[in-house]
Nanobody, 116 residues
Framework: QVQLVESGGGLVQPGGSLSVSCAAS????????MGWYRQAPGKQRELVAT???????NYADSIEGRFTISRDNAKNTVYLQMNSLKPEDTAVYYC??????????WGQGIQVTVSS
């Protein structure tokens, strides 16, 4: 019904930048919230950032000022620009969407590794 395809990510040195994007397709009518979560090895999945369809944004304290979330409603796509990356940002990053009707969907995850 709904597919989320993530792209971007990869390996970057500390202090570098990366971006990830997530495109939703299928029965995607009226997406309310789009966001990114991450899960590092041995840790629970945690919120990174969310953005509502009205543009309201929420960031985790650990990344505020370094990461920027944005969305293109016409393309049903959410972006995450990550600057000043730290080794502790290493994780699998997951895209998440909440539909206006309450359904939620997850992407398959994409690896971001920050290492010298």
């Amino acid at each position: 019904q709904v597919q989320l395809v993530e792209s971007g990510g990869g390996l970057v040195q500390p202090g570098g930048s990366l971006s990830v994007s997530c495109a939703a397709s299928g029965r995607v009518f009226n997406i309310n919230i789009m966001g990114w979560y991450r899960q590092a090895p041995g840790k629970q999945r945690e919120l990174v950032a969310t953005i509502s369809n009205s543009g309201s944004i929420n960031y985790a304290d650990s990344i505020e000022g370094r990461f920027t979330i944005s969305r293109d409603n016409a393309k049903n796509t959410v972006y995450l620009q990550m600057n000043s990356l730290k080794p502790e940002d290493t994780a699998v990053y997951y895209c998440n969407i909440w539909m206006a009707g309450g359904d939620t969907y997850w992407g398959q995850g994409i690896q971001v590794t920050v290492s010298s």
